[in-house]
């Protein structure tokens, strides 16, 4: 807790009705400050994360040194980034305020939320999940089970056919987020995709997440994370655990539609922040809780609440010999 504990009759009018913390797990760890943020806001609370526009203020309160904010700014740490911690310091926090509106059960409310989500009374169910994996020939018993597009930014996704190859590039999917290219003209590639230009989901995690879901929320379908490419096990083979591709390093493919294939290589480049779309229904457009809500429960990495980050992953194709000559990539089995 930054703010100092003044009692009410000694309250200054310059201090206002501000609360600055940061929250720990029962292991130490610090809490996600951008997760703490959308978990919040889908229970309709307000507050805000990061460097609240206050440089100076966000040193003197967690210590920061001179030479620890130029190594933090050199990290890529932003006021809202997602760089909350560079060593063991946060570097940002968590601001509630109270304003003239503001009642007894709204404070209530927000104390019950901590509790809710950050108390830890027992530990979160956790899948068996393979810790060799990474050593592990993943291509030979994975297969894609869905490809998506998103021509349009933000909007619904388009779905492949089965017996479509698509063309895959370093920039990422073909007409995805991407607008068309001319044939005739070398262009430069304009990438509208936020962290990555390849998202992929495992459908044992999704099947997982549905398992826990079951007796209180209909199923999510995979697409409802809004991934490029679905990935999941192949029916002769024994399936790969839930989870199992937080130790994945790559995915290697082989192009299809020629007389001698080729073999691409996808780098895992690590989670994705999803944003608070994965909450809304890709055929009605509603808006919901869920999946996030259970993810913030159930998905816990040394103590540490991940959430829906550690769900999508980020791929990046690796250099080629041939930049000009795009890989095709097709749906091997369409998953139910």
Known sequence: MYSPDTPYESLSIDAGPIVAFNLRS?????????EFEKLAGLKKIHVRTGGVCSPGGIAAALGLTPSEIRRNYASGV?????????TEKPTGIIRASLGAMSVESDVDR???FISDFYCQREAPPKPECAAEASKEELPARLEVKDIIVYPIKSCGGYHVPSNLPWRIKPEGLAWDRDPPESDSEPSIPLLLSNESPILVVHMASVSFLNDVLALTHKPVPAAQFRPNII???KADTPALAAFSEESW????FSSV???SPRKGTLRVLGKCYRCQ???VDQDTGERGEEPFVTLARTRRVGERCHSESMFVWRLEMKKRTEPRSPFLLQILSRHS
């Not at 130490?28 to 951008?34: D, I, K, Q, S, T």
């Not at 390093?249 to 290697?252: V, Y």
């Open 257 to 259: 539609g020629r007389p």
């Open 78 to 86: 932003r006021c809202n980034g997602h760089s909350d911690f560079v």
């Open 277 to 279: 779309m994965v909450c």
């Open 26 to 34: 029962s292991g130490g760890e610090w809490v996600n400050l951008g």
């Open 110 to 112: 927000f104390v019950d």
């Open 231 to 233: 990935v999941g096990s």
């Open 249 to 252: 390093r790559g995915l290697t």
